[in-house]
T-cell receptor, first 111, second 113 residues
Framework: KQEVTQIPAALSVPEGENLVLNCSFT??????LQWFRQDPGKGLTSLLL?????REQTSGRLNASLDKSSGRSTLYIAASQPGDSATYLC??????????FGSGTKLNVKP | NAGVTQTPKFRVLKTGQSMTLLCAQD?????MYWYRQDPGMGLRLIHY???????AKGEVPDGYNVSRLKKQNFLLGLESAAPSQTSVYFC????????????FGPGTRLTVT
């Protein structure tokens, strides 16, 4: 059974700092990996999607990498801003179209 | 552009009552999903559908049933609600398995007393 773990569970940083969020998964037979953002009381918004054949994806200040063989992904956020405060979740899709989510990293960026 | 909508937004049920949650998407997506989110546990897949008329079990399907009679709608049913089903339920859709990103609805907060 696929297990997805996110470390740390919570993170507080001052504005302007670069930071890295980690995601690990136990079964490397994945179709893709997605990073999401969730604001309190809201649904999830997709940030980046990495296909299993890709190594990284970038969008603005966000960069996500994928090392399928070691079962790891990182989300790098450059020059963090208070508006980045949210919970960040990663999810992997297996070859049967099932998704498995981590429990998320709650990020607080202090002004 | 409505995207993915969920009805209702909030609901309180008594143990043993039944209800249906409705998910609708206007993006002509083939794939639709139902998740539950509990504190500290992330999202868990309940059931999903890869096309109109098809459904499949996810990670935690017990106590739930689903139907996908129309491509744009995915219904989640609770036949006999239990306190353990108190949760926030999210619906999502995607345009293809593996290649497309998931779009999420705003969620339904269900409390079973």
């Amino acid at each position: 059974k696929q297990e997805v773990t996110q470390i740390p569970a919570a993170l507080s940083v001052p504005e302007g700092e670069n930071l890295v969020l980690n995601c690990s998964f136990t079964d490397s037979a994945i179709y893709n990996l997605q990073w999401f953002r969730q604001d309190p009381g809201k649904g999830l918004t997709s940030l980046l999607l990495i296909q299993s054949s890709q190594r990284e994806q970038t969008s603005g200040r966000l960069n996500a990498s994928l090392d399928k063989s070691s079962g790891r992904s990182t989300l790098y956020i450059a020059a963090s801003q208070p508006g980045d405060s949210a919970t960040y979740l990663c999810a992997v899709e297996d070859n049967f179209n099932k998704f498995y989510f981590g429990s998320g990293t709650k990020l607080n960026v202090k002004p | 552009n409505a995207g993915v909508t969920q009805t209702p937004k909030f609901r309180v049920l008594k143990t043993g009552q039944s209800m249906t949650l409705l998910c609708a998407q206007d993006m002509n997506h083939e794939y639709m999903y139902w998740y539950r989110q509990d504190p500290g546990m992330g999202l868990r897949l309940i059931h999903y559908s890869v096309g109109e008329g098809t459904t499949a079990k996810g990670e935690v399907p017990d106590g739930y049933n689903v139907s996908r009679l129309k491509k744009q709608n995915f219904l989640l049913g609770l036949e006999s609600a239990a306190p353990s089903q108190t949760s926030v339920y999210f619906c999502a859709s995607s345009n293809s398995g593996g290649a497309g990103e998931q779009y999420f609805g705003p969620g339904t907060r269900l409390t079973v007393t």
